[in-house]
């Protein structure tokens, strides 16, 4: 939220898409949905105070699987799978009270089983797709 006046500094975007969240679930943050969703919704509201006329779309990302779970050294926790899962929801509320569009990539692509986090390459072909859209509708 503090670098968001610098990244619009001498821009004058028409739409600006937030797909940010995952990182948010991990354990050690203790966020739920709504807190994540709420900052989200900050850096909109934010936007859109920099930029007038400014047009928002919130993307919710896919949520976690239990392949994250995996690594040792994984920052995640089976909290965490349920707070990704409950991301899609809470965005859609969350732009519904800003009149922000929304997209929810968990509907659209799934992450890879390798990794649990990361979209797999079909995975991002279909989110492309649905935002190329949405875009197109904005």
Same mark, same amino acid.
């Given at each position: ?20 969240? /995952? ?50 050294? /994984?920052?995640?926790?089976a ?11 809470a ?10 569009a ?37």
């Amino acid at each position: 939220l503090d670098a968001l006046p610098g990244c619009l500094a001498g821009e004058a975007p028409d739409v600006l898409v937030l797909l940010l969240g /995952t990182n948010d679930c991990k354990a050690a943050y203790r966020a739920d949905a709504a807190q994540i969703a709420a900052g989200m919704a900050a850096l909109g509201q934010a936007a859109q105070a920099r930029c007038p006329g400014l047009k928002v779309a919130l993307v919710a990302p896919a949520p976690l699987s239990a392949a994250a779970l995996a690594p040792a050294d /994984t920052p995640y926790s089976a909290a965490s799978l349920r707070t990704a899962a409950a991301l899609g929801k809470a965005y859609r509320a969350a732009a519904l009270a800003n009149g922000f569009a929304f997209l929810d990539a968990g509907l659209l692509a799934a992450v890879s089983p390798l990794d649990g986090e990361h979209l797999t390459a079909a995975g991002h072909g279909a989110l492309a797709g649905a935002l190329a859209a949405l875009l197109q509708t904005l």
